[in-house]
């Protein structure tokens, strides 16, 4: 064996392989782990040009995985809009609204993000509208809201998106109308957005250049956090694109996973479906693997639009015995599936309600029948899961990808308290269920409907099932905590599985990416509350140091 070019010693590895769990060192070459285990272990690597790097003791891990995430979104949202907690009040949202638009122009648009589910019934009166214009100075206004399914338009935004009151609801998608006067009062729901995306769109007249810097944006912040690998659930032709440019630059340090868009639900002025898989071949590069569709099977539960088994809560609007429904009937989405199967692509299907996941797993079970058994199927989300369905995401093959927000209490949970039965919605996410079944569970962010692509906060919210920033009290559903060493696993070489990765990075492996981050403490040794605490003091990808954290005085 030739000398490597790096060796890590004297550090406190976990390696996340099963063969070799610790190790204090491990040496690099190529790119590529070559050998790992004690310092003594892999000395003889060491030639006149190898580069020593003593660790003095500090924890190391694999590059963490975020099996879900909308990376240029986020990086977009990061550089170019307005941003606010989705805990802001009502109030705090419409006051950094008029602050923001003090320095725009006056027909510049407003873009921000992301209102609380909880703020639904706020934004569903016209006079929320009026607050809105009058703080944006009459400027077009777009907020999403944190399920990123819903967005509140100003008045001047609704005319650019040509919603007027005689303006009919469109296919799955509703615009809420005041109680009393029965004009839109700017609150879009589902696909009623798609008309507001294309008025934004039109407006902003995104470049090439714009959706590159947005996504090295986002590989910068997910850096910054010691992610080397991860999914884009919901990748357009300009998503896909701005990555492999990347990419050919020797600018992507990173493994991308992406899920091409199965239909125009929430999306505007791209290619999907057909016409957007049968093009997935011309984005993929050394580090880019356009392996999945995204299919949004449902809606979210504050809306009313996740399909269920049971019934919500009545309301005056929905009245009594409404479930939601799914976006595709059950033949739909399995000749779709198998249609993509027959081209080799595995499917993200985003499940909020337990219907919607009853559904997927039935036509993953007729792929599956039908011979197909190495394409990789992941449920999003799955927070309601029916415990007769549980097992069979072991049996049929199916990853859970679950997401912050759903296993410990937060805004999201209590806008679905508010239309969900109390007892079903106190349980939310069955992580140690799936787990003791079998079942491949793998962590992802959501980020942006998650203000921080964090793992750690993710991490220990798996533990504890509390709030990891102590932003809501109390537990969700504490029989379902996991334990650390089966949460780390989630956040590395199970995501790597569940995107068809783990050939290349997830463990620190021989033959594996050198992919790896130190820690600024080990988790393992300090108390659970504070595993929250811990950051990434430097990011490796294939060898190379990606990110540093800068130092403090």
């Known amino acids: 064996m030739t000398g490597a070019d790096i060796i890590v010693t004297n550090a406190v590895v976990r390696t996340m392989d099963p063969h070799r769990p610790r190790a204090t060192a491990f040496a690099i070459g190529g790119g590529r782990v070559l050998r790992g285990g004690s310092d003594e272990d892999v000395r003889d690597l060491a030639g006149e040009g190898t580069e020593v790097v003593d660790l003095a003791g500090a924890a190391v891990i694999p590059g963490l995985v975020d099996v879900h995430n909308h990376h240029l979104m986020a990086g977009e949202a990061d550089l170019y809009q307005l941003g606010f907690s989705p805990t802001a009040g009502f109030d705090e949202v419409i006051e950094a609204v008029r602050d923001y638009s003090a320095g725009l122009a006056a027909d510049a648009w407003v873009i921000g993000e992301a209102f609380g589910s909880v703020l639904i019934e706020d934004f569903s009166h016209v006079s929320a509208r009026y607050r809105l214009d009058e703080a944006a100075g009459g400027r077009p206004v777009a907020l999403t809201d944190d399920s990123h399914h819903n967005r509140f338009a100003s008045t001047r935004a609704l005319e650019l998106a040509g919603i007027t009151a005689d303006t009919p609801d469109p296919d799955k998608g509703h615009i809420v109308r005041d109680p009393d006067t029965g004009e839109p009062t700017g609150l879009l729901l589902e696909s009623a957005t798609i008309s507001l995306t294309e008025a934004v769109d039109a407006g902003l007249q995104r470049t090439p250049e714009r959706y590159r810097e947005a996504s090295r944006r986002a590989l910068e912040i997910l850096h910054s956090f010691g992610i080397t690998a991860f999914q884009d659930a919901a990748a357009t032709v300009e998503i896909m694109g701005a990555l492999r440019e990347l ?307």
Not at 292 to 306: E, N, R, S
């Open 247 to 553: 990419d050919e630059a020797g600018e992507l340090h990173a493994w991308v996973s992406s899920c091409m868009l199965s239909s125009g639900f929430l999306f505007a002025n791209t290619p999907f479906g057909e016409e957007l898989v049968v093009r997935g071949e011309e984005f993929r590069t050394e580090h880019h693997r356009p392996d999945f569709v995204k299919v949004a099977l449902d809606g979210v539960p504050p809306t009313y639009t996740g399909a269920f088994l049971t019934p919500y809560l009545d309301s005056a609007e929905h009245g009594h015995g409404h479930c939601g429904v799914t976006t595709m009937d059950p033949q739909e989405l399995r000749a779709w599936l198998l249609w993509t199967a027959e081209r080799g692509l595995g499917a993200k299907i985003h499940c909020t309600g337990d219907a919607s996941v009853r559904v997927a797993l039935d036509a993953i079970d007729a792929v599956r029948s039908a011979g197909h058994t190495e394409q990789r199927y992941h449920i999003a989300h799955g927070q309601f899961v029916h415990p007769q369905d549980r097992a069979r995401f072991s049996s049929l093959d199916v990853a859970a990808d679950i997401s912050p927000y759903l296993w410990f209490p937060g805004v999201i949970p209590d806008a679905i308290a508010a239309v969900r039965p109390a007892e079903q919605a106190a349980q939310l996410q069955p992580n140690r269920d799936l787990l003791d079944l079998g079942v491949l569970v793998a962590g992802g962010s959501d980020w942006p409907v998650s203000v921080s692509p964090n793992p750690w906060e993710g991490i220990q919210g798996l533990v504890t099932r509390a709030d990891p920033l102590g932003r809501a009290p109390g537990t969700l559903w504490i029989e379902q905590a996991v334990s650390l060493e089966e949460a780390l696993e989630i956040f590395t070489i199970n995501g790597a599985r569940a995107m068809g990765l783990d050939d290349v990075t997830g463990s620190l492996t021989v033959g594996k990416s050198a992919d790896f981050a130190v820690l600024s403490m080990d988790p393992f040794t300090v108390p659970a509350d504070r595993i929250v605490d811990t950051y990434a003091t430097e990011t490796w990808f294939a060898g190379r140091r990606v990110h540093t954290h800068p130092v403090t005085s």
